[in-house]
Each structure stands twice: as structure tokens, then as C-alpha cells.
T-cell receptor, first 112, second 112 residues
Framework: DQQVKQNSPSLSVQEGRISILNCDYT??????FLWYKKYPAEGPTFLIS?????DKNEDGRFTVFLNKSAKHLSLHIVPSQPGDSAVYFC???????????FGTGTRLKVLA | NAGVTQTPKFQVLKTGQSMTLQCAQD?????MSWYRQDPGMGLRLIHY???????DQGEVPNGYNVSRSTTEDFPLRLLSAAPSQTSVYFC???????????FGQGTRLTVV
């Protein structure tokens, strides 16, 4: 049973446009969410996080939105750059377990 | 600052062989974890540790053992390798279980 789902395996966006990556979760106990970026042959690197007490967190070109009632979060990248081409994972945890559950990832390709 | 170091980077094993994947971090992080990444499955948690001497199971612990005798090291042991354990393995560490995790570069394991 996949508790964290990224239903789009891949996404292509033109350089300069907005990239929107989506993530859905089923466990209502999840209260902390992170996004990671992964380049080929490298480990994932942390991008941005959001706590359930917020509905938005922004860091430069990256913004994460959280809709708790829909159990949905999204990562917006504006403007998209070719260097953003990577696989993006969302991850969720609850304060009781301190374990992160990852989604299956979305491969973003930014076209120059 | 080396961060999280995993060895080896690549390994081929025969079915039934045993081996240990090494993971070391130099950030004095209490929390360490092991994930495996398989196509279409995202990152799945194998085992984790919240401090020296304390370990617990993740989502897919069967066939793997861990120990945490020091803060720095968190080795993952495959007792009797099976083809189903062919995967890319990532070790990660974080200050707490809720903080961003730093990942190693991964170990690509093939079991034939």
C-alpha cells in the first residue's frame, strides 16, 4: 500500500516556464513533508520542506504548497532551468515514528 | 567535509553470498537510515537508527541486518544475497528524525 504517491512518472517543461510536481498521501498522521532532487548516479539532495502547520513555504525559485484536507502537496519551480532536470521525490513523516516514506519520484525534464 | 560516505560504489554478488555495505558520516548526526531504490518503487526504508546502540526496522527489512556501535558508522549486512536484492542502496543521516537527510552517493548491487 503506497502511502505517498507521485502519479506523474515524468514531466517536460520549457525553460523559463513553471514546473508543477504533485504528491498525494493517504496517512492523515503525516505532519512533515520534504522534497528531494536526485541527479543520475548521485544521492538525493534536500530541496525544501513544509510542516503541516503551514500551507506554503518558499525558497527562491522553489515553493511547496500543502493542502491538508486534500492530502496533497505540490512543488512549484519558477522559472524552470535546464539544471533543474532531475528526479524529484516527495517524502512524508509523522512525529510518532520519525520514519520518512518516499514517493516513487517524478522525472522532470526542462527543455532549453 | 565528507558528509555521508558509502562503500563500495558497485558490487556483484552470487546468490547466497554475504556482504556488508559500509556507511560512515562525519556530521555527528544521531539519526541514520538505509534505503533501497528500485525502478517504479521510489526509495524504501530498510532499517534506521536513532542513535548508537538503537536500531529499528523500516518498510522492507527482510534479508538485511544492521548494527550501530558508534555514532559515525551504520553498516548494512546482507546475510544470504538473493536476486531480489539487486538494487541501488542509499545511506542517509540527519540531526534528528525530522530534519533534512543527507544521502551518500549510493551502492549499486547486483546479485546473480
Amino acid at each position: 500500500d503506497q502511502q505517498v504517491k507521485q502519479n506523474s512518472p515524468s514531466l517536460s517543461v520549457q525553460e523559463g516556464r513553471i514546473s508543477i510536481l504533485n504528491c498525494d498521501y493517504t496517512n492523515s498522521m503525516f505532519d512533515y513533508f520534504l522534497w528531494y532532487k536526485k541527479y543520475p548516479a548521485e544521492g538525493p539532495t534536500f530541496l525544501i520542506s513544509i510542516s503541516s502547520i503551514k500551507d506554503k513555504n518558499e525558497d527562491g525559485r522553489f515553493t511547496v504548497f500543502l493542502n491538508k484536507s486534500a492530502k496533497h502537496l505540490s512543488l512549484h519551480i519558477v522559472p524552470s532551468q535546464p539544471g533543474d532536470s532531475a528526479v524529484y521525490f516527495c517524502a512524508a513523516s509523522d512525529s510518532g515514528t520519525y520514519k520518512y516514506i518516499f514517493g516513487t519520484g517524478t522525472r522532470l525534464k526542462v527543455l532549453a | 567535509n565528507a558528509g555521508v560516505t558509502q562503500t563500495p560504489k558497485f558490487q556483484v554478488l552470487k546468490t547466497g553470498q554475504s556482504m556488508t555495505l559500509q556507511c560512515a558520516q562525519d556530521m555527528n548526526h544521531e539519526y541514520m537510515s538505509w534505503y533501497r531504490q528500485d525502478p517504479g518503487m521510489g526509495l524504501r526504508l530498510i532499517h534506521y537508527s536513532v542513535g548508537a546502540g538503537i536500531t529499528d526496522q523500516g518498510e522492507v527489512p527482510n534479508g538485511y541486518n544492521v548494527s550501530r556501535s558508534t555514532t559515525e558508522d551504520f553498516p548494512l549486512r546482507l546475510l544470504s544475497a538473493a536476486p531480489s536484492q539487486t538494487s541501488v542502496y542509499f545511506c542517509a543521516s540527519s540531526q534528528t528524525g525530522r530534519a533534512e537527510a543527507f544521502f551518500g552517493q549510493g551502492t549499486r548491487l547486483t546479485v546473480v
